[in-house]
């Protein structure tokens, strides 16, 4: 199976990183819904440092800083330079401006630690989660609180599961190993619940987010065909195909997507867990 099916910390800190930034405002405008319910478990009043862990582009980051007091201090970190230099652009319009630099979960160090932990779907691609997790358990002060949002199982996340049919229509798709980086390693969120209480987390707690997701936003079918193509990880595997394979993908999604078509978008079933809990 393509290595580049389950990106690693590593090609977050490449590549990755710079397509996700190509595609940063649909992206952005597709997981908006999933911040607010996922902010609302920090219980931020009177929190003065709060950190966004894994933050991409900066947008979780900015709702975080809007949500918080008056005079909190909001830090955002993410491995990826192409995502870091534009969060940092964003943030000059904002007053007062979340700081954004570069900067590992799994090695970051910072003196005082934080009251408040965030990360959004950043914690999956971790390539010794064990390790990681006890490094962010460090970042945190005692008495503070994390909110992870982590996908649920593949049945629940449909807008991913049909992307993975239709490219497995066209090439070999062996089952995904279990324990390999990607969007849905917590599916089974028991998985990471052993995690966090091995690295030190405490109380920690599982709520779940479930609606439809509008793919890329307000695309039509075939521009929402063609962006989850580009943005999909599991679509990572056609590259070796040419552009023809490309294309029959792209059609064969196309059709699927004009069937989810409603109000504007094509949307699809999603389901997010919301993991949260204190040191």
Known sequence: MSASEHPTSD???GARGEKWLAQLARMESMLAPVDAPLIA?????????????????GGT??????????????????ISPALVAFAQTRAAAHDPA??????????????PPFDRIISR??????????????????????????????????ADNRWMAIVRETVGELIDLPPPPVDAPGPL????????LRLLGNAGFRDVTVGDWSDNLAIGGDLEPRAAAQFALETMSVAQALAGGGAHLLARATDLLTGRFEARWSDGAVRLPARVHLVSGGR
């Open 41 to 57: 478990q920090l219980a931020l009043k009177g929190t003065r440092r709060i950190a966004d862990l894994a933050c991409g582009g």
């Open 61 to 78: 980051t900015l709702a975080l800083a809007a949500a918080a007091d008056p005079g909190a201090a909001v830090f955002g970190y993410d």
């Open 121 to 154: 779907f950043g914690t999956m691609f971790f390539a010794d989660p064990a390790a990681a997790f006890a490094n962010m358990a460090t970042l945190l002060a005692p008495g503070g609180r994390f909110a992870f949002a982590v996908w649920g199982p593949p």
């Open 98 to 111: 979340p700081v954004f630099a570069l900067g590992d979960s799994a090695t970051l160090a910072v003196d």
């Open 185 to 192: 390693r917590y599916g089974d969120v028991q998985v990471l």
């Open 11 to 13: 090609d977050w800190a």
